[in-house]
């Protein structure tokens, strides 16, 4: 009996085990601040996710996060037939293995409502448990007693915003009132909503983006040379969960989903000059001069509507550097807007391009 | 609150669906049988697997395979402080999945005990609650009364046997005498154990090889270009789960994991002959005659010790055609040993090649 | 010296040899013909390709390929300051490495014209030299009095035509008059163009697809997974060059580039039906009929345009099963379009899926 | 006419441009010194490669070297039937290519000989021509004469070594006396040669590993994820030709290839110690101690030979975090041997891990 005993300790430390690299992502620091790269949202067996709570923390480690949100339905529990409800254990369960693998674990759940208000993230709860109150308002002032950060979940998910837009009802506007909405999600799995923007410049929130994962991460996302699962990239005066938290609730945020940023031109603008650098000319003839603009982020830009005599288009992709062919006469600095990068519902940042 | 039900349903209906496409294996049928491709051995959250049943539904689905049994742990259950033990439970979940999703699950658990006997496979079994006995005899017992194909797994596994090399105890040759093992896993995960295909012989059982996942099989398993999970081979005489049954008691199986094949010659040896065609002469010069030998099979073949005249080795990569350039005045057939097919735990197979 | 002589023979022996596998094209046979891979347009250093032509019987030999087409430009020569003039060179370089490699060379020449007539390839030429003339008349005269298929490349090409879009000049119509041309290209490198299946019909010409690579194939067409090169297919009664000229003189052909299919009905419907099988439905539940449709080839089909009851939409990407969930009402044969084969300039394929 | 010559024009443009983004290899820089990553030995259809010239000047591009040398044979010429010898041609092809793509092309010939003394690189020369010389000897003078730094090439390659390893011959061991050997071939294509780097310490020459290419780089080193075609890094004073050649001359190089690291400790030990950066402990607990050593670099690290209470075996994988698990007693510095990283031709390099 005693030699059974010790087998199952090795078959059980096995199973707790995190394995394998952690990836280095190529996301620069702003000044002043650390860049921590965040999944706000995502799901296990404990509602209706398909996963064990550390195969999330397994995940996260492996794709070079520095923070993730466990965040189970509290009134979706559809395998309560076989799992009690306990809408504290996967954070219990997970915790020490995020602790081992140096990822930060928030404790978390998701009020999972019919719109408006729709479904809302409460982040760094205490007790999961006392989020389950038959009123939505009870539900909320529960998480924020406990000082959660509230983030309002796919405003413009189809199943519950028919045409895929996002709207503030008065339940919403009330919340903000309250102060009881802190951050909206601008993308969300696949999606995003670039009104969503304007919201949180207007109400001073923090713009964040998730995968919402029920299934497997590299499943969902199976790019064939970069990971590009959703992020909140937030910038935090130090990596600790009080950091992020003191981040979050500052707003010191931008979103990047595979090649998709949107975020406050505050944050975005120095973040895009952190990622690019440019080279003086290393070339000339008589009808052209050459520079090099080099991308050491993994982050792609496409740059357009460049002025005369330069690209009309500049694709600069991830940890690359791109050539750029320039007619004699053209005068840095070279404008271009950055299509692929959104400060509001109708404007994308407009950069300049120097050496 | 009746539209949240009705998004509840919605939900409901996302999370068991199987979607994506079926991988179509390139593994031929022998005369009079059908190739059944299967798994008979792996885990999820009801022991110490990662993921919900209905997850290794819909990952066998993708992968082409033709059966799978969920096999969780009997007397290993890590996780019951927050899943209450319930050993039929796996099966009743995935089961309307698998039906919907073309997919036979056998009823399975894995009686779980130091070695000897080690682990054991209860597949088609009808409740595995009866199987949760005291005594290791007693739990083969009221398996073989449910009709239980008794599969003894990873015999060398090291945690269990030091030197890596299985080894039949007198108990296991008592189960022997009684008729109660029928397969044994030559293949299990990332190992095989050659000496298994001897006892496979002596003793009229079935070769099997399976994955025992307990993470994701796309993580475990990257190729980049072809997914070769361990799979048993059945050849079965229809595609039902009797027929699967009768063939796997009749001991008519092969294993193919990766670049291994094992099993018994008379299986193995008419298999290869299905997989390989072999082309007339298509082009002569002086000093050459230049055949083509087409693969149309998933499994690449390695033939070493060619005769004088031909090469040494020739490589049959998957779904390809090798280019074989011969001396005039060799003769055929051109006799080879396949260096990655295992008849015994000392042999593998002889074939000729000839057009 | 003997000693250095020998080494340059190993040497010699490496450069020319043809290794590696070479890739079996899932592509069916139509009943009475071989299906023969073709790519009729390529180009290398003799004129403004970057290979030399043995490489191009190697990548046609590891994508596997029946036949291909060294077709250099004859007035366009602009390495000629360091490789003389030898409209022939290519293919008496390359013609042993073919035989050797079981692949057909098509001893072949671009006669290299603004618009009119543009581009036209002359193929199974005997002397690419005579074909050198000042009046494109001649030109073509004196390929056709060769017994040369003359090919129209890339009609629609923006470097000739800025709109895109293929027009028949008054030359084209004296060219087909005299019976002068005999195929045209549908599919070149990375486009096509719809017109051109209409002009087909209409004249009895070959539908024709090819890469005109000038570089790197596998570079050019770098896709994960699969190869897919654009290709002529073509319907011939054996495989030879005389079967293949004859087969391409009768207009038995279709495209395959990429996701697009283009060609006759006459051809394509045949060939979609060996593409597919359907079988009968596997389960049944009280809502739903479940059915599998199986595509062993190498194409993907988009199927639009579903009935009622059954998906508006079917991917059946190749060598995958699709599940087909039908409502109970459903009634056979389902009728769909295939968007992705196209049959004429406005037209795609309808077909019906019955088991 | 003349719109048929703007098409020419519009085609040439087309043949020489450099397209695409050119990657960022993670090869860090030295205190004092710029790392160039060179390839200092390829072919061109100009011998016995099969590429144009502009083709590696494009590769080079794309892989992210700073300098290449095209080294066709001298001797070698087995195209000249069909393009006349010119032993400064593809210099002179390449040249403005390179400019506009920021590649330094060495104007560079390999003098091909039997054994001894083998194959030798003259790169940095002024006219091929001069080096076409009955005596090896005075074409080696030739080249000297010139300023070329002279590189003895694959001098263990088995079609002039059978047992594959190098030997001094009395002709080398004069060539060295006269100053005339300045660099010898660590790394060949797939092949190296460990003594080479006592001869290089002994000597005080460069160490050098070059790909030796004459296919397609892409297909020659078919990589999943990163590119490691074999290089020379120089650790210049300045990215310039000159500067290069004084780094040459100099011997401060290493050599990556795929997985091999190979150089003088003098430069391999800083190397290693500007890759990777190791943290402080970010967890403990009653039993471990938890670091995480970040590898920066694109280049994989083994470190073996652990101390007792630390991991016997580190894998540093490229861009990736390893995580170290320590007893709680290990003591810093924790003394490895890097497995993959040689110093000598029995010794690899000796590191220390703290943080």
């Known amino acids: 009996m005693k030699r059974q005993i010790i087998?199952?300790?090795?078959?059980?430390?096995?199973?707790?085990?995190?394995?394998?690299?952690?990836?280095?992502?190529?996301?620069?620091?702003?000044?002043?601040?650390?860049?921590?790269?965040?999944d706000l949202h995502m799901h296990t067996v404990f509602s209706d996710g398909n996963v064990w709570p550390t195969y999330r923390v397994y995940e996260a480690?492996?794709?070079?996060?520095?923070?993730?949100?466990?965040?189970?339905?509290?009134?979706?529990?559809?395998?309560?037939?076989?799992?009690?409800?306990?809408?504290?254990?996967?954070?219990?369960?997970?915790?020490?293995?995020?602790?081992e693998a140096n990822i930060m674990l928030i404790h978390s759940a998701e009020i999972t409502r019919d719109m408006p208000p729709g479904h809302l993230n409460a982040l760094f709860i205490t007790d999961g448990s006392l989020l389950k109150r038959d009123s939505v308002y009870d539900a909320i002032e529960a998480a924020v007693k406990q000082g959660a950060f509230i983030q309002w979940n796919h405003p413009g998910w189809k199943a519950q915003e028919k045409d895929g837009i996002p709207k503030l009802y008065p339940?919403?506007?009330?919340?903000?009132?309250?102060?009881?909405?802190?951050?909206?999600?601008?993308f969300n799995e696949f999606e995003y909503y670039p009104k969503v923007l304007d919201w949180c410049i207007q109400y001073k929130l923090a713009v964040t983006g998730n995968s919402d994962v029920?299934?497997?991460?590299?499943?969902?996302?199976?790019?064939?040379?970069?990971?590009?699962?959703?992020?909140?990239?937030?910038?935090?005066?130090?990596?600790?969960?009080?950091?992020?938290?003191?981040?979050?609730?500052a707003g010191r945020t931008l979103v990047w989903a595979n090649d998709i940023i949107?975020?406050?031109e505050e944050y975005v603008k120095p973040?895009?000059?952190?990622?690019?650098?440019?080279?003086?000319?290393?070339?000339?003839?008589?009808?052209?001069?050459?520079?090099?603009?080099?991308?050491?982020?993994?982050?792609?830009f496409t740059l357009v509507n460049g002025p005369v005599g330069a690209p009309e288009t500049l694709k600069l992709e991830p940890n690359?550097?791109?050539?750029?062919?320039?007619?004699?006469?053209?005068?840095?600095?070279?404008?271009?807007?950055?299509?692929?990068?959104?400060?509001?519902?109708?404007?994308?940042?407009?950069?300049?391009?120097?050496?």
């Open 7 to 38: 087998s199952f300790i090795i078959l059980l430390l096995l199973s707790v085990s995190i394995s394998g690299q952690r990836r280095i992502l190529k996301i620069p620091d702003l000044d002043g601040y650390v860049s921590l790269k965040c």
């Open 61 to 99: 480690y492996r794709d070079g996060l520095d923070a993730i949100a466990i965040s189970d339905h509290l009134e979706y529990v559809p395998k309560r037939e076989f799992i009690p409800i306990d809408f504290n254990a996967a954070w219990k369960i997970a915790e020490s293995s995020a602790s």
């Open 171 to 186: 339940l919403h506007r009330r919340l903000l009132q309250n102060g009881w909405i802190h951050g909206i999600e601008f």
């Open 214 to 249: 029920h299934g497997i991460i590299s499943e969902t996302y199976p790019r064939p040379k970069e990971i590009s699962r959703p992020m909140t990239i937030v910038f935090a005066k130090e990596r600790t969960q009080a950091g992020l938290k003191e981040a979050l609730f």
């Open 262 to 264: 949107g975020g406050k």
């Open 271 to 300: 973040f895009f000059y952190k990622c690019i650098s440019v080279g003086k000319p290393y070339y000339e003839n008589n009808r052209n001069t050459y520079i090099e603009i080099a991308n050491k982020s993994d982050i792609p």
């Open 320 to 355: 690359s550097i791109t050539r750029v062919v320039l007619g004699k006469k053209v005068a840095f600095p070279l404008i271009y807007d950055v299509k692929n990068v959104l400060t509001r519902e109708n404007s994308v940042l407009r950069v300049e391009i120097k050496y």
